[in-house]
């Protein structure tokens, strides 16, 4: 990612309402399917300045890998250890066999040979582990923000389910989230397609609005992999080896 990414990631992952909401979201959907051990053993692959781990903690024992410099200096201090470097796809020196839970949150599509990674970070799992996969949806979405943040791809679900099969991975609970302000952000990324003002600036919106968006956003914790939601920003699903 450019290093703009990480430090606006730095100054707003305790203030955004994606960062917020999302967190609730995802810890919500692991207590409902993680059904993780009371003493699990859990590594988040990209933790970025680490916002997630905290959320993570709450299932378990977490380490951290993160390959930018200044984003891990970040997270080692909120983890209160080191944070690893070792680069997806091939995840040298992880060890193998160990974990209960791997999360990639927003990670998988900045790889270019997703396959490989996950099929890396299958080896790495436990019996019975699970990788919490997080990823953006909708190719025809694709903007200023994807090119900033150096992605290879938007998936669909076809194309997630795919790329977790080919790894010798299984989805379960593979669904949609940030549903409910999806039609929002699709036209938004219409206007910007049609008018060519494609803007990849993710600071947070004004107080009221950053705050009603959160207050949306978080309304998902009680449907994200109970119900069917329409199609979102984003895909979620927990992946088990086939």
């Known amino acids: 990612m450019d290093r703009v990414v990480y430090d606006r990631m730095a100054a707003h992952d305790s203030t955004h309402w994606w960062y917020r909401a999302r967190r609730d979201v995802l810890q919500s959907y692991l207590q409902r399917y993680g059904a993780l051990p009371g003493d699990a053993r859990i590594l988040e692959i990209g933790c ?7 959320m993570l903690a709450r299932f378990g024992a977490v380490e951290a890998i993160e390959i930018d410099p200044a984003a891990r200096a970040i997270a ?16 040298p020196g992880v060890e193998r066999g160990a974990y209960d839970l791997i999360a990639v949150l927003d990670v998988v599509e900045h790889i270019a040979d997703d ?3 996950l ?17 953006p949806a ?8 994807d090119v900033v943040n150096h ?17 010798g991975l299984r989805p379960e609970k593979l669904g949609w989230l940030n549903s409910l302000l999806f039609p929002l952000a699709a ?9 060519g003002r494609q803007d990849s600036d993710d600071s947070p919106p004004p107080g009221l609005v950053n705050a ?9 914790r009680h449907l994200v992999g109970r119900v069917p939601l329409t199609p979102g920003i984003s895909l979620v699903t927990l992946a088990v080896p086939a």
């Open 48 to 54: 970025g300045t680490g916002h997630n781990l905290p």
């Open 76 to 91: 080692s201090e909120r983890l209160g250890r080191p944070v690893g470097d070792a680069p997806l796809p091939e995840l």
């Open 115 to 117: 396959v490989a990674a």
């Open 119 to 135: 099929k890396a970070m299958g080896e790495c799992l436990k019996p019975g582990g699970k990788i919490l996969i997080a990823v």
């Open 138 to 145: 909708h190719p025809w979405m694709w903007s200023a923000h």
């Open 151 to 167: 992605h290879h791809r938007r998936y669909t679900k076809a194309s997630l389910r795919a790329a977790i099969a080919e790894a």
């Open 187 to 195: 036209a938004g990324r219409l206007a910007g397609k049609l008018t």
């Open 212 to 220: 009603l968006f959160e207050r949306i956003f978080r309304l998902e």
